[in-house]
């Protein structure tokens, strides 16, 4: 089983949102922004690495949400809390990058194994992680 890793990057009360633009059964659907774990690396270097070619900024991880899911048979999704420490995040890899606040995350066409990682989302983002003086 490989791991690929999502960052839930949290700014504010909002969490980052990226649209991918390939594979083609896949462009225009939306996910946490990261990627699949090297051989010999762990899931937090790998986090930092994708979030950096894609996003271009540094991050440091908070916690791993409870759950992996399943994608297709080979993978699974890992979602991690994450804020920025150091630029500003624009997409290279993506086509579109949107902070959404709780009552938002239904606004966009998630990637299915992301929507289960969804309701602890809202839950934190209500509970306020990220808030500006936090
Ligand atoms: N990065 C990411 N991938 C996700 C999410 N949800 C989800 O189903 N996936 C799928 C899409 C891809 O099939 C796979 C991750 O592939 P990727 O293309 O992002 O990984 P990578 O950067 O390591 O790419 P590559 O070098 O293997 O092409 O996991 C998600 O929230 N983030």
């Given at each position: 089983m490989i791991d690929v890793v999502g960052a839930a990057l949290v700014h504010e009360g909002r969490v980052l949102a990226a649209r991918r633009t390939h594979p083609p059964e896949a462009a225009g659907r939306w996910e946490l922004p990261g990627g699949k774990v090297e051989d010999g690396e762990t899931r937090d270097a790998a986090l930092v690495r994708e979030i950096a070619e894609e996003l271009g900024c540094r991050i440091v991880l908070d916690h791993w949400l409870d759950g992996a899911v399943r994608i297709g048979p080979r993978h699974r999704l890992l979602v991690a809390l994450a804020h920025v420490v150091e630029g500003e995040p624009r997409p290279h890899e993506h086509d579109l990058v949107r902070w959404l606040g709780p009552d938002e995350l239904d606004d966009v066409d998630w990637l299915?194994?992301?929507?289960?990682?969804l309701p602890e989302l809202g839950r934190l983002l209500r509970g306020h992680v990220g808030r500006p003086g936090q």
């Open positions: 299915e194994p992301d929507r289960p990682f």
